[in-house]
């Protein structure tokens, strides 16, 4: 088994609100969890922690529990993983507040049997064949919200873990049921990676190859290789600004199985 991890700030005077873990439990299997943590606009979220201290309280949890509780289902697991970090800081912080620290999850598991995975939000899963193909697995609500309606604070806000917008993981351990979950035969799957929306902006975003080739890289050059990769192409001035961004947390994880 290989596995290779990287994460690099958007900014380095700010701190990366990205989080990555793997781990590979004595029982065999192993487990990669990837989190990009939502930064809210200048005004708040109503939370003295922050972001980057919810993505790591949340993200410990979700690595301690996918790897010690194989009899629970992921979305059972980010429910509970939500509900601890809420917890951990009801007392001293407004978790009604709509922009409560968040943040998009990917999840997946593996053992002898089965490969589990859990997508929320603008991260993204890529599972790959024995034959080589490639399948993406996405949860595109963000994506079908028009892009003039998220540049204005107060439209995107009534979006946030609503009915017809989009979801993230925040206080509210219900939002676990909106993850796009599955489970396909451990013969079927040779590798996996999982991608913030910043290194999966490769593909996504600039074009640079498709999921396939964004695989390939990552085989052959690491997760240090895609960001660096993306940063390159970031730092072009002919290409225009991604979204609203020119650089974000990057981060991806890769696991051969």
Same mark, same amino acid.
């Given at each position: 088994?290989?596995?290779?991890?990287?994460?690099?700030?958007?900014?380095?005077?700010?701190?990366?609100?990205?989080?990555?873990?793997?781990?590979?439990?004595?029982?065999?299997?192993?487990?990669?969890?990837?989190?990009?943590?939502?930064?809210?606009?200048?005004?708040?979220?109503?939370?003295?922690?922050?972001?980057?201290?919810?993505?790591?309280?949340?993200?410990?949890?979700?690595?301690?529990?996918?790897?010690?509780?194989?009899?629970?289902?992921?979305?059972?697991?980010?429910?509970?993983?939500?509900?601890?970090?809420?917890?951990?800081?009801?007392?001293?912080?407004?978790?009604?507040?709509?922009?409560?620290?968040?943040?998009?999850?990917?999840?997946?598991?593996?053992?002898?049997?089965?490969?589990?995975?859990?997508?929320?939000?603008?991260?993204?899963?890529?599972?790959?064949?024995?034959?080589?193909?490639?399948?993406?697995?996405?949860?595109?609500?963000?994506? /079908?919200? !028009? %892009?003039?309606?998220? &540049?204005? =604070? $107060? #439209?995107?806000?009534?979006?946030?873990?609503?009915?017809?917008?989009? +979801?993230?993981?925040?206080?509210?351990?219900?939002?676990?049921?909106?993850?796009?979950?599955? /489970?396909? !035969? %451990?013969?079927?799957? &040779?590798? =996996? $990676? #999982?991608?913030?929306?910043?290194?999966?902006?490769?593909?996504?975003? +600039?074009?640079?190859?498709?999921?396939?080739?964004?695989?390939?890289?990552?085989?052959?050059?690491?997760?240090?290789?895609?960001?660096? &990769?993306?940063? $390159?192409?970031?730092?072009?001035?002919?290409?225009?600004?991604?979204?609203?961004?020119?650089?974000?947390?990057?981060?991806?994880?890769?696991?051969?199985?």
């Amino acid at each position: 088994m290989r596995i290779d991890l990287a994460s690099a700030p958007g900014d380095p005077e700010r701190p990366n609100e990205d989080w990555l873990s793997a781990a590979t439990p004595a029982a065999g299997g192993g487990v990669l969890v990837a989190l990009d943590g939502v930064t809210p606009p200048r005004d708040g979220d109503g939370c003295v922690h922050g972001v980057p201290w919810f993505a790591a309280r949340l993200g410990g949890r979700l690595t301690e529990l996918s790897g010690s509780r194989p009899d629970l289902p992921l979305d059972r697991i980010l429910a509970e993983a939500v509900r601890a970090t809420a917890g951990a800081h009801e007392d001293t912080c407004d978790l009604s507040h709509v922009r409560t620290p968040q943040a998009t999850v990917v999840v997946v598991r593996w053992d002898a049997a089965y490969v589990e995975h859990l997508v929320l939000s603008d991260s993204v899963l890529l599972l790959q064949a024995p034959d080589g193909a490639v399948t993406a697995v996405l949860d595109d609500r963000l994506d /079908r919200v !028009p %892009r003039e309606v998220l &540049r204005s =604070v $107060a #439209a995107t806000d009534a979006l946030r873990n609503a009915e017809g917008g989009f +979801f993230t993981a925040a206080a509210d351990p219900a939002v676990a049921a909106r993850a796009v979950t599955g /489970r396909t !035969p %451990r013969g079927g799957v &040779r590798a =996996v $990676a #999982a991608l913030t929306d910043g290194a999966s902006r490769w593909t996504d975003t +600039f074009g640079e190859g498709d999921w396939a080739q964004c695989l390939a890289v990552l085989r052959k050059e690491g997760a240090e290789g895609l960001i660096a &990769r993306v940063r $390159a192409v970031e730092s072009d001035p002919a290409r225009p600004r991604a979204r609203h961004k020119r650089h974000d947390d990057a981060s991806a994880a890769y696991a051969e199985l």
